[in-house]
């Protein structure tokens, strides 16, 4: 048992994800570990790769490969209604005209995904899709409308463009009547097999990123501001308004999210939520 090499670690390259990592470096109890910073359709194919150990992912992509990940508990990116970095910028009203060709971000799995289910079962509306660069001017050249997930959406969305937004995770919720969960934090089945205290370390370091992050919003606000702009109120209410728990509640949401997915033929399989166990939660138990 064992690893001869350091535990690596993937973390989202978008401010959503700063409540979960923002410091993590400080609480890691393992001597040696490697933080890898990335957009999530990257991160995803590290983790497939074998590259990473644990990392925040696309839920999707862990749809992809359950079978060889388990999910760390409590530690997810998910809205209840709006999350206001997941949006479709359209230059007509959907009610108006549906979209012919819609451009998606390559960063996203989730979000692309759950557009497609959206404009399939919502809206009996099958455009072309074409995966371009996440750069909206230059998308909506030759598209109808463009998806933009992270601080770019956030970016656009304070633009004065003329285009018609639409939030995904407030679609979702109207539609659903359930929360939707972006990102979830995996683990390699066989990292966990060859080092669970390894994992187990980074485990724990990410849940007390969380922790503390939450109660001290203030650094990372100011943070925000300075990096991508916007103003402290902006930034306090999109950190508030975010899920990072992955409670039973978002879990059906994703569950369903998967249901549809399998539906559509975009999963291959059903998905069971199979999560890592704490083993010092189990200690505590006996
Ligand atoms: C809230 C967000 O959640 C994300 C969306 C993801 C996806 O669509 O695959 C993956 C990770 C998260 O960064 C966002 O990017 O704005």
């Known amino acids: 048992m064992g690893m001869n090499r350091p535990i690596t670690i993937g973390r989202i390259d978008y401010a959503n994800a700063w409540p979960l990592f923002h410091?993590?470096?400080?609480?890691?109890?393992w001597n040696r570990y490697e933080v890898i910073k990335r957009v999530p359709s990257e991160l995803n194919r590290l983790l497939q790769a074998g590259e990473l150990d644990v990392s925040a992912i696309s839920s999707f992509s862990y749809g992809q490969n359950a079978d060889d990940y388990m999910l760390l508990p409590h530690l997810s990116v998910?809205?209840?209604?709006?999350?206001n970095s997941i949006l479709l910028f359209l230059k007509e009203p959907l009610e108006r005209k549906r979209p012919e060709r819609i451009a998606l971000t390559a960063t996203s799995a989730t979000s692309v995904n759950l557009l497609k289910i959206l404009m399939t079962l919502r809206f009996e509306c099958e455009p072309e899709y074409v995966t371009a660069e996440?750069?909206?001017?230059?998308?909506?050249?030759t598209s109808d409308a463009a998806l933009i997930i992270g601080d770019q959406a956030i970016q656009a969305s304070w633009q004065n463009h003329g285009l018609h937004v639409i939030d995904l995770g407030q679609l979702w919720n109207e539609w659903t009547g359930l929360g939707m969960t972006y990102a979830v934090v995996a683990a390699r089945r066989e990292a966990v097999t060859a080092a669970p205290d390894a994992v187990q370390a980074v485990y724990h370091a990410i849940k007390a990123s969380k922790q503390y992050n939450k109660m001290h919003l203030r650094p990372l606000i100011e943070q925000a501001c300075s990096?991508?702009?916007g103003d402290s109120a902006y930034w306090n209410m999109y950190f508030h308004s975010l899920q990072y728990d992955?409670?039973?509640?978002l879990q059906e949401g994703l569950k369903l999210y998967f249901d549809y997915s399998k539906q559509l033929g975009l999963l291959a399989k059903q998905v069971e939520l199979t999560f890592f166990e704490d083993q010092s939660a189990q200690k505590v138990k006996e």
């Open 134 to 141: 996440p750069v909206l001017e230059k998308m909506l050249e």
């Open 227 to 229: 990096q991508l702009g």
């Open 23 to 29: 410091e993590l470096e400080d609480r890691v109890e």
């Open 246 to 249: 992955f409670d039973s509640k």
């Open 78 to 83: 998910g809205s209840i209604g709006k999350v």
